[in-house]
T-cell receptor, first 118, second 113 residues
Framework: DGGITQSPKYLFRKEGQNVTLSCEQN?????MYWYRQDPGQGLRLIYY???????QKGDIAEGYSVSREKKESFPLTVTSAQKNPTAFYLC?????????????????FGAGTRLSVL | RKEVEQDPGPFNVPEGATVAFNCTYS??????FFWYRQDCRKEPKLLMS???SGNEDGRFTAQLNRASQYISLLIRDSKLSDSATYLC??????????????FGQGTILTVHP
């Protein structure tokens, strides 16, 4: 079955520690995204990548880093510089370039990772 | 002003009721519009795209008014399983914003027996 897999489902971070959230997709999608969701709030974009080896900051990139070495994978590292990391992290992907709107803009989400601070 | 604004609710309705959600967006150059559904502690899932002519999918009807920068979702004959948060989502594809979506904070719907 095609889809987006995030792991782990739950993650705990100690003070001063970097942690990495995994996101893998087998949908052959070009673009991938990381969002953060806090209770009662909408999704906020952290980073996105349209193609391999290229990515752009979203609205709240400070304290986070990403890489896109493979089309299928877009890991997110929450660094110690992110002082309030407790949130629900969602990874998404969207269909290949060249597809007409609105289909190309539809994003499909993984099941998310809940990050808490110990 | 938020880019996408929704009434957070919550909306509490009985089974069988008709309920409508509204959403406004600030960027007049927005190009694609969607409603997503998010169940408690789960990921958002696409409910339907919204087209200028309006579109219907079973009990769900979506409308877009570009002049007023307004989107709506109507749910008829509400079911218990419709209880969820409904997210209004807008895309602006200008410049390098390929595929970048802006999400509203969501409207909570609870359908009770």
């Amino acid at each position: 079955d095609g889809g987006i897999t995030q792991s782990p489902k739950y993650l705990f971070r100690k003070e001063g520690q970097n942690v990495t959230l995994s996101c893998e997709q087998n949908l052959n999608h070009d673009a991938m995204y990381w969002y953060r969701q806090d209770p009662g709030q909408g999704l906020r974009l952290i980073y996105y990548s349209q193609i391999v080896n290229d990515f752009q900051k979203g609205d709240i990139a400070e304290g986070y880093s990403v890489s896109r070495e493979k089309k299928e994978s877009f890991p997110l590292t929450v660094t110690s510089a992110q002082k309030n990391p407790t949130a629900f992290y969602l990874c998404a992907s969207s269909i290949e370039r060249g597809t007409p709107s609105p289909a190309k803009n539809i994003q499909y989400f993984g099941a998310g990772t809940r990050l808490s601070v110990l | 002003r938020k880019e996408v604004e929704q009434d957070p609710g919550p909306f509490n309705v009985p089974e069988g009721a008709t309920v409508a959600f509204n959403c406004t967006y600030s960027n007049s150059a927005s190009q694609s519009f969607f409603w997503y559904r998010q169940d408690c502690r789960k990921e958002p899932k696409l409910l339907m795209s919204v087209y200028s002519s309006g579109n219907e999918d079973g009990r769900f009807t979506a409308q877009l008014n570009r002049a007023s920068q307004y989107i709506s979702l109507l749910i008829r004959d509400s079911k218990l399983s419709d209880s969820a948060t409904y997210l209004c989502v807008v895309n602006y594809a200008g410049g390098t914003s390929y595929g970048k979506l802006t999400f509203g904070q969501g409207t909570i719907l609870t359908v009770h027996p």
